[in-house]
């Protein structure tokens, strides 16, 4: 199992770092996070140039599984990619 799917295991939450999403999770939860990513990128755009410490996008992403006062709840079976 990797160390992601790990920690989220013991404390039921966890913020998704989106830059690195691809490095740190496996199989179908990997397929899963990318594709959401993706989809919340639709028409975003990024301009900035940080060597003239210029930042312009169209918004953030942030992704995050459960809460620290509402854990994640698995609902349905699981399901082979495919």
């Not at 899963?32 to 410490?53: F, G, H, K, Q, T």
């Not at 809460?67 to 609902?75: A, E, H, L, Q, S």
Request: aromatic fraction near 12%.
């Amino acid at each position: 199992m990797h160390e992601a799917a790990a920690n989220m295991l013991k404390s039921q939450s966890m913020d998704v770092n989106v830059y690195h999403a691809r490095d740190h999770f496996t199989g179908i939860c990997r397929k899963a996070i990318l594709e959401l990513i993706e989809a919340m990128n639709v028409d975003n755009y990024n301009e900035s140039r940080p060597e003239v410490d210029y930042f312009c996008v169209g918004w953030y992403i942030h992704v995050n599984i459960g809460r620290w006062n509402k854990p994640y709840k698995y609902t349905g079976t699981m399901r082979k990619a495919g």
